[in-house]
């Protein structure tokens, strides 16, 4: 996985800095043929007005000396008023004004200094031509293009190490999908290893005796029959794992108060069965956009883990109340409280603490709350787990309310359960689930606490 993570990063390293270096190289020739063709242009209108007036002494703005002269038969003639500039030139004057009369309009060079001339005949053997000496343009856009490509190399170069260094974030989501799919794999393998070395073993001892009947061999295949549950169990939670996670549910205005109140029924038995008590406070007519279904098992799950780590004759509390946007469900149990450290990967795929939170009827697979983190994430709410120490133990689901339940909740004046119901779950959890008051004296809200046994 290391390796193929490295190549990802290399790719897209490179991928991005191609993108930069592109992007970069585009503005750098915007910058350069800008500043080239700004020094072009006015150039050219120096050059314009050096023909307009050549009696006038015209002064180049940006500081580049120019001057005008005539050529006829007698040969050139330099103005009075341009006659210094000419003169800086020395020896060359000469060479540069022959040149300029070869070239008659364009750029021309001498001994290292770069001109630019326009020619206007002004009679038959008369002509007039401008020069406008262009050296320090030559300079300037030399030393800004080579200022430019410094900053272009220096900016590609942080610019890849900052890709790099990215690409470890960008690729943290891929990074952690390939873990899971590497840890789904091996705990899937390591949970199906069993099983099948159980079913092979029986096996063989069913062919080691061809001779044994049906009822003989009954304990052998009774072991097949229960490790094939036991694969199909883990196929079927894997299937609505990878359902939850990737396959978007059809959200429909559901009464999650009715789902609560029905799966606490069905765990009426169990809990009686176990020595367990089982207390809830259900708030009527909570209704949120989600799938009834996904929604029964997230409620089931939630109890059935509250059961299996429970503590002896202990209880499990339910509380399901609402606010003007949410519902929030909160299923307790007592006994050991799970750590800080097991909270925080209780969600996790194929997890399973060491302790009295570790597998404790062998059918467990670490799978039912990932699965019901994944439905909580699909209907758009959020799950969140915590150890109360010497007491027990919290899950509390947030729901957004569907329109009705919230419109509903508006019109009672704010939460479908009053701040007494409120107090005495807290209560019921910080003091490891007493018993719940009855309602005598109470504000009567339309809620139904019960306390099943």
């Known amino acids: 996985m290391e390796a193929s993570l490295k190549k990802l ?10 993108l930069a270096g592109a ?18 242009l006015t150039c050219a209108n120096v050059l314009d007005t050096l023909v307009e007036r050549p009696l006038d002494k015209v002064v180049d703005e940006m500081g580049r000396p120019c001057f005008v002269f005539t050529a006829s038969p007698q040969g050139p003639y330099v103005p009075d008023n341009y006659a210094e500039r000419v003169a800086v030139y020395g020896d060359l004057s000469d060479e540069i004004m022959e040149k300029a009369m070869r070239t008659g309009d364009g750029k021309f060079d001498v001994d290292g200094l770069y001109f630019r001339v326009r020619s206007a005949r002004i009679t038959d053997d008369t002509t007039l031509y401008a020069v406008v000496d262009r050296t320090s343009d030559r300079h300037n856009l030399i030393t800004v293009a080579s200022f430019v490509i410094l900053i272009y190399i220096t900016s590609l170069i942080v610019a890849v190490l900052f890709f790099y260094i990215y690409s470890s974030y960008a690729l943290a989501p891929v990074a952690d999908s390939m873990k899971k799919q590497r840890d789904l794999i091996a705990n899937a393998s390591h949970e199906l290893k069993t099983p099948i070395t159980v079913i092979a073993t029986n096996l063989a001892v069913m062919k080691s005796e061809p001779h044994s009947t049906v009822e003989e061999n009954a304990k052998w295949m009774d072991a097949i029959e229960a490790q094939l549950k036991r694969m199909n ?11 939850m996670e990737n396959a978007p549910l059809e959200l429909q205005d559901t009464d999650l108060s009715e789902i609560t109140e029905g799966a606490c029924l069905g765990f009426d038995a169990v809990c009686f069965e176990k020595g367990l008590r089982l207390v809830t406070k259900i708030a009527p007519g909570i209704r949120v956009m989600g799938d009834k279904d996904a929604l029964e098992r997230l409620v089931a799950s939630l109890l059935d883990n509250a059961t299996k780590y429970c503590g002896a004759e202990g209880k499990i509390g339910l509380l399901l109340s609402a606010d003007n946007r949410r519902a929030k469900l909160c299923v307790m149990n007592t006994g050991e409280a799970i750590s800080d450290e097991d909270a925080q990967h209780v969600f996790e795929r194929f997890y399973r603490s060491d302790g009295a939170r570790s597998n404790p009827d062998g059918n467990s697979f670490g799978l039912g709350l990932a699965i019901a983190r994944a439905t909580v994430l699909a209907h758009g709410g959020s799950i969140t787990c915590r150890g109360i120490k010497g007491k027990g133990t919290v899950f509390e689901v947030l729901l957004p309310l569907a329109k009705t339940s919230a419109r509903k909740t508006d019109q009672r004046g704010g939460g479908t359960v009053n701040d007494s119901a409120i107090a005495d779950f807290d209560s019921y959890s910080a003091e490891c689930l007493p018993e719940v008051p009855s309602d005598n004296g109470e504000e009567n809200t339309g809620e139904t606490p019960s306390e099943n046994n």
């Open 9 to 18: 990063r290399i790719r897209f390293t490179v991928t991005m800095g191609l």
């Open 23 to 40: 992007l970069l190289l585009v503005l750098c020739l915007v910058l350069c043929m800008g500043l080239y063709a700004s020094s072009e």
């Open 233 to 243: 169990g883990l196929i079927v939670s894997m299937l609505q794992l990878s359902k």
